[in-house]
């Protein structure tokens, strides 16, 4: 993902731009064991029955899943601020809002 703001230190909130800020290690590495395609970041952001059903289908819709969960991501400031508590949880809760709009 791309958004990037700063804590109080000046560094990066979300949690992959703050690993890379660390480490200079892009995440995914098998040192930090995360997917650095946006599919893989948001398959990992489903619970696991979401995850199933959507690593069922199509490559192509995936992508087009996973770019609306980073758009998701970058323009809800609500989630810029349970990012800061949680980067984990600021994911799951677009996830779970981008298959909320597909199923809608």
Do not use: C, N
């Amino acid at each position: 993902m791309t958004r990037r703001r700063s804590g109080g230190l000046g560094r990066p909130v979300h949690a992959y731009s703050a690993i890379l800020a660390q480490s200079g290690t892009p995440p995914g590495d098998k040192e930090h064991g995360m997917p650095t395609d946006p599919v893989g970041r948001f398959l990992a952001a489903l619970d696991p029955d979401h995850r199933e059903a959507v690593g069922a289908k199509p490559r192509e819709e995936q992508e087009m899943l996973a770019a609306a969960w980073e758009r998701e991501l970058e323009a809800d400031d609500e989630l810029d601020t349970l990012d800061e508590l949680s980067p984990p949880a600021a994911e799951a809760e677009a996830a779970r809002r981008v298959l909320d709009r597909e199923a809608g």
